[in-house]
T-cell receptor, first 113, second 116 residues
């Protein structure tokens, strides 16, 4: 089954404790991205990747890192999480960037205390 | 910055009625997409309409695009309880393609509730 898998689905952690949210897709998609969803603000793009080893900042990249060492995986790293990063995070992928529907994971609800 | 803005923010209708949601955007686009999000889940792609298209259908969904007014509408006919969800429009900014800054921008969504 074609899917985008995120882990964990839920995480409660404390300020400053490094964490990684994994994202994997099995559709051989070139384009992957991370979004955060906050009430009243909709989805905002954090980082995106056009292909392996090609990543770039979205609208709200501060406090986040990503890597794209393999085509299928696009982890989101919070080196020193802070409470303002409490949010619902989504990973998405598409065959390539332009004019393609995005396939979303089920989301990761992150709470930073 | 937000490109698409959905209207209304919330909509409640009786099952069987039609639901119409609107999306307005600010800049020239290459295409516009509509997505559905069930509570607490990921977004699901519904339909993509390109800037040179005016109308598109998919099952009970009908999407229109008016590039002169920079607006789009999503019509769900004969609504069902399972249509209860939030609906988002997303746009490709044509100017960002030229600058090489590829980005899909989402609106804040319309919360649709179907009353059985």
């Amino acid at each position: 089954e074609a899917q985008v898998t995120q882990n964990p689905r839920y995480l409660i952690t404390v300020t400053g404790k490094k964490l990684t949210v994994t994202c994997s897709q099995n559709m051989n998609h070139e384009y992957m991205s991370w979004y955060r969803q906050d009430p009243g603000l909709g989805l905002r793009q954090i980082y995106y990747s056009m292909n392996v080893e090609v990543t770039d900042k979205g609208d709200v990249p501060e406090g986040y890192k990503v890597s794209r060492k393999e085509k299928r995986n696009f982890p989101l790293i919070l080196e020193s999480p802070s409470p303002n990063q409490t949010s619902l995070y989504f990973c998405a992928s598409s065959l390539f960037r332009w004019g393609q529907p995005q396939h979303f994971g089920d989301g990761t609800r992150l709470s930073i205390l | 910055s937000q490109q698409g803005e959905e209207d209304p923010q919330a909509l409640s209708i009786q099952e069987g009625e039609n639901a119409t949601m609107n999306c307005s955007y600010k800049t020239s686009i290459n295409n516009l997409q509509w997505y559905r999000q069930n509570s607490g889940r990921g977004l699901v792609h519904l339909i993509l309409i390109r800037s040179n298209e005016r109308e598109k259908h998919s099952g009970r969904l009908r999407v229109t695009l008016d590039t002169s007014k920079k607006s789009s509408s999503l019509l769900i006919t004969a609504s069902r309880a399972a249509d209860t969800a939030s609906y988002f429009c997303a746009t490709d900014d044509a100017s960002e393609f030229v600058d090489g800054n590829e980005k899909l921008t989402f609106g804040t969504g319309t919360r649709l509730t179907i009353i059985p």
